[in-house]
């Protein structure tokens, strides 16, 4: 073996025994040989001619004569894992051996049987007199492959989660629904343990009650017994959980004292063990819990709380976000009830006296009945005209409180199919009779069949009212030309646009945008949100709002919006 | 003289307070016309007969006040009587030394309104009878020579006859002839008749 880097044993090989069988004349070395836990074989010119125990074995001849004399090529399968023949890739292998004296490398090999197995195969050329001789070492590796299989998978599946995880919050960012956020939690988390069912459940906003959030797979009766329920010291998993702000592991529900108070509840839905953690937000507040449960009595494992870490985490993220969002919904659309009224307060003389003015004459009229009816015998006729001109009044006063009713209610935002021509035509009722104060000269070309917008009626009276109070203002301390204020609506590509003209002191054009900064006022008695206002609520309905100086006076405020999907129908 | 049957003239532009009004001024027996802005009521002819405004400060076009300014400033001013809707404390007080018969916040008591009229309507007859009178001295005072009007002005200065014959360089016969023509022309009872008709028609002591 001489110069070859090969193991000790061949050093000793007697050189002077020629065609004397290799190795045998060493009893030391045949035990060793014998001895090794891997296959060891040797072969010359494609037949085995020698082979240990551990060979007989791993190949399953049951004995040493079945595998002497036998081709090489009967330990192989047809071709091997990426498609090549084994002969062909056999025959590289052994060239490769021979060339640099071994070859290591893995195979599938076949036993007697024609199963199949993972093998590390070392391959030796033995440089034997002029003989080609190959040492073969099999070592069976079924189990490492198994093994790295086993970790690819969980490789695999954790990558899974993680990309689960990273949709939910891509959810929670394109701001779907909480429920649906949840619910894909839920799922996600559900699909990481064998048997586990999980649910989400909210904390009220007052801190007292467990509202549902999301719990796709548990019994729905549970669901809905859950709902509504208070929390407390005794009151289940989760009130619990969400009551001491700790995590509440109850291993076995039908014994725990914590589900005394809820133990047919538990019976009926058929879960044993339900742990709960509470979901907390990023200042410590308790938003909710997050629960799994079995249907058998068992105890959590380390993955677990790794998965429940995961799931209140998100879920957190999620309801914190859901909360922000509603407070700011709810603050926007107070500042909008707030710049509404002051518009409101700035018509107030307007309203009080269209209100006024049909309650003078009914109460007029209604005098005038009296005063006959005390005289006695009243001409009917007359009494009948006069009673009917109450009514009308009356009608017509209860029509202007109306008008202004809803602009002044305090409600929540309500998106609904609206005709833009019609909107306008309400408010230009509206401000009539502020026009007619002022001696403004109110005009109006309304589109007709305008293609329907999805939005709030009150919020874009108030964007209009906004816009022609605004004008009216504008034209206050104009000497020299007529006061006009025109309010004109069209389609705009697919959606509408509504425009408002006046004639008053305009701006620079340079200035249009710091018209609708917060604050920017140029009145006495404004807040200067007005327009700031108008533009988020123009904006929140998928349109934009801008000024423009008119070419000879005045200016021009226009807005656009989308078509609503649901279209005319009427 | 017999008078006209007065007439009570409103200017509203909302229709169905003018129905209102005109319903409760019939309730006492007066004669109504009615107008729905400042602008018809100016193209109109003006009455011959007593007669009130009743008008409503607010009105597209013309104002209330803006009327009673061109009233006064033209036409015979007629008594007004002011209705708004809210009240506003300096246009009343424009309203009122402009010589507004009285200023209503609607809704406002009928009787006020009735009062306010009758009101206006007593005024508006004075203003026609003093203006009568006003006119018929005019023509009386007209009807005078050159001279009568001298010996007119003079007498009712407080000069003596003989005063007067020596400023005028004639006789004093002359000038009791000619005070005997005027105290006629003029049909005054007495000299101090005559002072306040010389009062009347601006004829006084600064003549000269």
Known sequence: MDGHNQGHASNRIDHGQNRTPFVRSDATLRLIFENTPDANLLIEEGLIFDCNQAAIEMLRYGQRKALLSLPTSELSPDVQPDGRSSSAKLAEVIAAAFLKGSQRFEWIAKRSDNTQFPAEVLLTSIPFEDRHILHAVFRDISRRKEAERE?????????????????????????????????????????????????????????????????????????????????????????????????????????????????????????????????????????????????????????????????????????????????????????????????????????????????????????????????????????????????????????????????????APEKRPLDLSEVAREVLELVSHEAKRKQVALSSVLGNELPLVHADRVQLQQVLLNLVMNGIEAMNDVDGRKPTLSVMTDRFGDGVIATVTDSGVGFESTKAEQLFKPFHTTKSAGMGMGLAISRSIIEAHGGKLWAEANQDFGASFRFTLPASREGRND | MTEKPPVVIIVDDDASFRSFLVRLIGTVGLKTIQFSSAEEFLASAPPDCPACLVLDVQMPGLSGLDLQRQLADGRRALPIVFMTGHGDIPMTVEAMKAGAVGFLPKPFRNQDLIDAVKEGLNRDREARTKLAEENDLRKRYDSLTAREREVFALVTAGSLNKQIAHQLGTSERTIKAHRAQVVLKMQADSVADLVRMADKLGIGVGQH
């Open chain 1, 151 to 411: 970790l690819s998978r969980s490789r695999q599946k954790e990558d899974e989660f993680r990309a689960g995880q990273g949709r939910v919050l891509e959810m929670i960012a394109r701001g779907e629904t909480i429920e649906n956020v949840l619910a894909n939690l839920v799922t996600l988390i559900e699909a990481q343990s064998e048997g586990m069912l999980c649910s989400v459940l909210q904390l009220s906003e007052d801190g007292k009650y467990i509202r549902h959030g999301a719990a796709p797979n548990l019994p729905e009766i549970y669901v809905q017994a859950v709902n509504g329920a208070p929390i407390g010291p005794k009151n289940g998993s989760c009130g619990t959980a969400m009551f001491l702000g700790k995590p509440v592991i109850v291993t076995d529900m039908l014994t725990d004292p914590l589900w005394e108070d809820y133990l047919e509840l538990a019976k009926l839905s058929g879960l044993r063990a339900c742990w709960s953690t509470p979901i907390f937000s990023g200042s410590g507040q308790v938003l909710g819990s997050f629960a799994m449960y079995y249907r058998q009595p068992q105890a959590p494992t380390g993955t677990e709380s790794r998965l429940t870490e995961v799931a209140t985490h998100i879920a957190g993220i999620a309801i914190e976000r859901k909360r922000a969002e509603e407070q700011l919904r709810t603050t926007q659309s107070e500042l909008a009830h707030v710049a509404r009224v002051t518009t409101m307060g700035e018509l107030a003389a307007s309203i009080a006296h269209e209100v006024n003015q049909p309650l003078g004459a009914i109460v007029g009229n209604a005098d005038i009945c009296l005063s006959w009816l005390d005289v006695g015998n009243p001409d009917l006729t007359q009494l009948r005209e006069a009673i009917e001109d109450i009514a009308n009044d009356g009608h017509r006063a209860s029509q202007v409180i109306l008008r202004i009713r809803s602009l002044v209610k305090k409600q």
